[in-house]
């Protein structure tokens, strides 16, 4: 089982990024999605969720209007489109497989993103 987060980089804020979370070892289908992140010094807190069949999506406050989840499991992929970054997005993105950080049982390595000028 293998997660593979990418997509991350430096950004201004105000900007856009998608990440992307490539899966393989497991039928993607059967699965809730989660992506969390960890800033410098913080814990690590849930971002989003998508259910299996991409039918529920959940989202944190803090980016509730401006990140986007979803999926496509013919590509064994999930998406998070994340518009409109502000400095306090700056973090280590990980996506995981379940969307609870108790329960999830397989991470990816991770993916920085910086909301700097």
């Known amino acids: 089982v293998q997660l593979q987060a990418s997509g991350g980089g430096l950004v201004q804020p105000g900007g856009s990024l998608r990440l992307s979370c490539a899966v393989s070892?497991?039928?993607?289908?059967?699965?809730?999605i989660g992506w969390f992140r960890q800033a410098p010094g913080k814990e690590r807190e849930g971002v989003s969720c998508?259910?299996?069949?991409?039918?529920?999506?959940n989202y944190a406050d803090s980016v509730k209007g401006r990140f986007t989840i979803s999926r496509d499991n013919a590509e064994n992929t999930v998406y998070l489109q994340m518009n409109s970054l502000k400095p306090e997005d700056t973090a280590v993105y990980y996506c995981?497989?379940?969307?609870?950080?108790?329960?999830?049982?397989?991470w990816g390595q991770g993916t920085l993103v910086t909301v700097s000028s």
């Open positions: 995981a497989r379940r969307c609870s950080i108790r329960t999830a049982d397989y």
């Open positions: 070892g497991f039928t993607l289908d059967y699965y809730d």
């Open positions: 998508i259910s299996s069949g991409g039918g529920h999506t």
